[in-house]
């Protein structure tokens, strides 16, 4: 049976488009949730949530709100509301897909409502941010931006069509999944961190655990895809990790473009997941076009990856410290992982006659991660570099081991 679509939207000033939407929703067959959050005027309809209520999950009350009369306190208290009651509404099952509209306080409190979904409910937000920076929206959640084109105001033949389009794609996405069977027991997906220069290496790991039946999903360590990845493991979708590409400490480390943030490499450790991680990228730090990088790096080791990506070689203190912190990240794990070092490089770039090749700051991540990782952590090394087979092969044949409970074979 499919779920309802939740509808969050301000019934005072979108209260004719909420309708229009609901509407084509329930023409199709797909029963209806109406949360209202605004706070001006009275609700063009009767809600199923009224904004007192979603006040009142915000810590406060629709009369104070008004009385304050601060636009952006209630659109925050309703941000806040929002997803407390979304919270409920997937407690209670009833959730089929999230869909939200408007401005950017629209756009706001409906990505809230959709930053509470687990991933994989169908979530569709129409605004008028969406051709812009959507990452505040959408964070590491599959959120649908559909760009409204023209303003939110009223029902014109441009604004009917889209909206149209918008209700029909996310009635179509909750009958469809409603249809699916249901999923057979299948051994774990599985997790795994990859950049360009770590691509040799991710491929044979990929080929050896979906030969054994594996789901693999594969994210691109450029800050989003590590954060994509730690939630999922948080939200219990993944149960193995292969942290190939641990590059994005890094970029937190340097203040490069692609970090994930402080709690990078904790996921995994707080599910108590079994995961093998290398140090693959380690050797750089990411940012734009040339002119993007900072004047403090002038002078530093670069190379040009392409005319939008600008790499830089991280340095021997750099390397002493990543290797630290990424010893005191696993030493956090109640499941011991295991750490592979390819001492022959840790990127395409990390090997002789190569751009970014330093045995020094090698050894320093090497020495790094020895000094403070767990002494009941395994610690294997290989002579070759990250993308030498057999190095892929013990990262996967590691893995398999800890997730199947059987001897592998596999040696450093």
Do not use: W
């Amino acid at each position: 049976m499919a779920g309802k679509a939740i509808l969050i939207g301000a019934l005072d000033t979108k209260g004719v488009e909420f309708g229009f939407v609901k509407s084509k929703l329930e023409g199709m067959g797909v029963e209806t949730l109406v949360v209202d959050v605004g706070v001006l005027g009275d609700p063009a309809f009767p809600p199923d949530i009224g904004s007192g209520e979603v006040a009142q999950a915000g810590g406060t009350s629709l009369e104070a709100l008004r009385e304050a009369n601060d636009r952006g306190a209630a659109v925050a208290a309703m941000t806040k509301g929002v997803s407390v009651v979304m919270e409920r509404l997937l407690a209670e099952g009833v959730v089929g897909g999230v869909f939200g509209m408007g401005g950017t306080a629209g756009t706001t409190v409906g990505a809230a409502a959709m930053q509470a979904a687990p991933i994989g409910v169908p979530k569709l937000l129409v605004s008028t941010v969406a051709s812009g920076n959507t990452r505040p929206y959408v964070g590491v959640k599959d959120v649908v931006m559909m760009h409204s084109v023209v303003d939110i105001a009223g029902l014109n033949k441009l604004s009917s069509r889209i909206l149209a389009n918008a209700a029909y794609a996310l009635g179509g996405m909750i009958l469809e999944k409603a249809k699916e069977p249901a999923a057979a027991a299948e051994k774990p997906t599985l997790g795994m961190t990859m950049f360009g220069v770590t691509t040799p290496c991710c491929n044979v790991v990929r080929e050896l655990l979906e030969a054994r039946g594996y789901d693999l999903l594969v994210f691109h360590a450029t800050g989003a895809g590590g954060l994509a990845m730690e939630e999922l493991i948080r939200a219990g979708y993944i149960q193995g990790v292969a942290d190939v590409t641990t590059t994005e400490l890094a970029d937190e480390l340097v203040g490069g473009i692609f970090s994930a943030g402080p709690t990078r490499l904790e996921a995994a450790a707080d599910a108590g997941i079994p995961q093998v991680v290398s140090v693959g990228a380690l050797d750089m730090v990411n940012f734009g076009p040339p002119d993007t990088v900072p004047e403090r790096f002038k002078g530093r080791k670069f190379y040009q990856h392409n005319p939008t990506t600008t790499l830089m070689r991280t340095t021997v203190e750099e390397n002493a410290e990543l290797g630290k912190r990424l010893a005191e990240k696993l030493n956090r794990c109640r499941v011991a992982p295991v750490v592979v070092f390819p001492k022959g490089g840790v990127s395409l770039l990390d090997r002789p006659t190569f751009a970014f090749d330093g045995a020094e700051e090698r050894q320093a991540l090497y020495d790094g991660i020895k000094r403070h990782l767990r002494s009941d952590i395994p610690f294997l090394e290989v002579d070759g570099d990250i993308n030498d087979p057999a190095t892929a092969t013990l990262i996967a044949e590691q893995l398999l081991e800890r997730l199947e409970g059987t001897r592998r074979g596999a040696t450093a």
